[in-house]
């Protein structure tokens, strides 16, 4: 039996690099000399996995964040490589009246977006996305995860605008690129999943950025460890990918 491939899809290298140490993923450089995006490849058991991270800004020297270097990123994977599913991981706010919690790990059960405000229809919808994801919740139950929608827009910080939409989108979960990964991956009919580990919490005290940096190291190492643990649950066929 041909072994699945799956890329796994961060914005940040310090999101994807415990990961990548973990399975001693190769480093394969970039996709083309003009793009930023950097590449990791390896097996783990009956797996195929290639990391892909947006790499630096060559103007600013940030990493990529957001949905413009998400997108691409996607588009290159998809590509690139015959790939069997793809999975974005990495941070995100979580909302407290949602009862999320700093260190809660979700799975995510559609994606859309917040800040795309199109007030005509069917424009209205179009800028939500509502794009679909592999059903987990047999998954998630197993592997002890939350399950919520993800809320996707481009900036780190929110006005009571984004909040409204967020709650209108039903998301216990903010970040900056899991739609438009997979808005992508849809185009090319790929099935699409999604873990969100959460490093900040909207709607208790103290700033989201203190929170965050506070909070990070833990978060992405709890991700590492999800992230192989459900690994193991696909390469098992207890989730159907296809």
Known sequence: MAKKRIVILFAMQKEADPFIELLNLEFKGTFDESLPMLRYEGAYERLELTVVTSGKDPNHGVDNVGTQPAAVSTLMAIQSYQLDLVINAGVAAGFANKGSKIGDIYFITEFKYHDRRIPSAPWNAYGIGSY????????????????SPVSTGDSFDMTSMDEEMIMANQAAVKEMEAASIAWVASLYGKPVMALKVITDLVGVKGTNESQY????????????????????????ARISIT
């Open 132 to 147: 679909p994801a592999v059903e987990g919740s047999q998954l998630a139950s197993a592997l002890d995860l939350k399950l």
């Open 213 to 236: 940096n506070e909070t990070f190291d833990r978060a992405v190492e709890s991700l590492k460890n999800k992230l192989v643990e459900m690994l193991d649950y696909i390469q098992l």
